[in-house]
């Protein structure tokens, strides 16, 4: 546990009204409602193995969010079949004065893995929203790290090791220049 940070009561499970865990396509909805017809110019950074990097920019109204949102809402857990699969757990960081909540699955065979979201302590706003999710197939697996931090950042970490051939790594960032 980090430095700062207060465990809440051991057990205690985060639901909502409807019986269900942090919902990543609620969240996404209500970013896109708040933030539609805003101008945001982002910059795409995407970095392949240890040497090739492209940038490029893009308006929020031209950028291709269904890419992005995919990585996103395939790691949702708020489906009432997710209820028990998960170890939660919820803890106070004083030094940056949050709330965290934690999903940890209990299962192997769960694509999400681990899911962090840490809100402002004050609104309960979400501050930001780290996943940790593999893929498996009969021939390759990828491991994918998602972060979002609101209207600064967004990182798509994917991690592909194939049966056969080269492992590759490629993490694509977008970095809100408002």
């Known amino acids: 546990m980090?430095?700062?940070?207060?465990?809440?009561?051991?057990g205690s499970e985060h639901k909502s009204e409807d019986g269900t865990y942090f919902s990543m396509r609620?969240?996404?909805q209500d970013q896109w409602t708040t933030h539609l017809g805003e101008p945001i110019l982002l910059m795409k950074t995407v970095r392949v193995d240890d040497g090739i990097t492209d940038t490029s920019y893009a308006s929020?109204?031209?950028?291709?969010?269904g890419e992005i949102f995919a990585y996103f809402f395939k790691a949702e857990i708020?489906?009432?079949?997710?209820?028990?699969?998960?170890?939660?757990?919820?803890?106070?960081?004083?030094?940056?004065?949050?709330?965290?909540?934690?999903?940890?699955?209990?299962?192997?065979?769960?694509y999400t893995r681990k899911l962090l979201l840490t809100t402002e302590r004050e609104n309960m706003m979400a501050k930001g929203i780290?996943?940790?999710?593999?893929?498996?197939?009969l021939l390759s697996e990828k491991n994918i790290k998602l972060y979002y931090k609101p209207m600064k950042r967004i990182q798509i970490q994917v991690t592909e090791k194939p049966m056969f051939g080269k492992k590759k790594h490629t993490v694509t960032e977008y970095e809100f220049m408002r």
């Open 130 to 137: 780290y996943v940790d999710a593999v893929e498996k197939s």
């Open 26 to 28: 609620r969240f996404a």
């Open 60 to 65: 929020s109204d031209t950028l291709n969010w």
């Open 2 to 10: 980090a430095a700062g940070c207060k465990e809440k009561t051991p």
């Open 78 to 110: 708020c489906s009432p079949e997710f209820l028990d699969r998960y170890k939660f757990s919820q803890f106070e960081d004083d030094m940056d004065d949050s709330y965290n909540f934690f999903y940890e699955a209990l299962e192997q065979d769960l």
